[in-house]
T-cell receptor, first 114, second 116 residues
Framework: AQSVTQLDSQVPVFEEAPVELRCNYS??????LFWYVQYPNQGLQLLLK??????LVKGINGFEAEFNKSQTSFHLRKPSVHISDTAEYFC????????????FGGGTRVLVKP | ETGVTQSPTHLIKTRGQQVTLRCSSQ?????VSWYQQALGQGPQFIFQ???????GRGNFPPRFSGLQFPNYSSELNVNALELDDSALYLC???????????????FGEGSRLTVL
């Protein structure tokens, strides 16, 4: 079975500073990888995904992530955060044969300070 | 385009009771998934419905059951509620995992269940 570990439960960051959220996964077979964002009192929204091809994936709101197969990682980055980026971020994985059944990590809460 | 809507948004039940949560899929989607999100944790996959049949189930007991209707809306039923069932229940709709839409789930805002 696959699993996802998000190494940081909370990340405080100042406005306009860069941020990196770490995600590692474990799986014995090939997977697809995703980052979702959850704003307060809302459902989850897809930020970006890696299915195949270039290992650097660009998503919405200026976020990007890099798939590293040898390190089984899929870290999320943004070069300059805004107050509006305050939210919880979830890394998720699905097996290539498993359709849309996602396994989520525990989440990283990002608090952007002015 | 209508998004995913869930009802009720909040509800309180007592141990042993039964609950039904409802979800309307986004227009054009044929698959519905349900996730349980306990406080401070990531969502956990409960099950998925495609063409009105269960198409995959996570590690949840049989007292968690569901339905998908011809219009692709869905229900989640939980019997014999336990305190640990207190959580945010998220419904997500999608097109059955093909092509570039794979893994792209559209979530509702959830139903927050409190079991006392």
């Amino acid at each position: 079975a696959q699993s996802v570990t998000q190494l940081d439960s909370q990340v405080p960051v100042f406005e306009e500073a860069p941020v990196e959220l770490r995600c590692n996964y474990s799986s014995s077979v090939s997977v697809y990888l995703f980052w979702y964002v959850q704003y307060p009192n809302q459902g989850l929204q897809l930020l970006l995904k890696y299915l195949s091809g270039s290992t650097l994936v660009k998503g919405i709101n200026g976020f990007e992530a890099e798939f590293n197969k040898s390190q089984t990682s899929f870290h999320l980055r943004k070069p300059s955060v805004h107050i509006s980026d305050t939210a919880e971020y979830f890394c998720a994985v699905t097996l290539k044969a498993a359709g849309n059944k996602l396994t989520f990590g525990g989440g990283t809460r990002v608090l952007v300070k002015p | 385009e209508t998004g995913v809507t869930q009802s009720p948004t909040h509800l309180i039940k007592t141990r042993g009771q039964q609950v039904t949560l409802r979800c309307s899929s986004q227009s054009g989607h044929n698959t519905v998934s349900w996730y349980q999100q306990a406080l401070g944790q990531g969502p956990q996959f409960i099950f998925q419905y495609y063409r009105e049949e269960e198409n995959g189930r996570g590690n949840f007991p049989p007292r968690f059951s569901g339905l998908q209707f011809p219009n692709y809306s869905s229900e989640l039923n939980v019997n014999a509620l336990e305190l640990d069932d207190s959580a945010l229940y998220l419904c997500a709709s999608s097109t059955y995992g093909q092509g570039t839409s794979r893994g792209e789930l559209f979530f509702g805002e959830g139903s927050r269940l409190t079991v006392l």
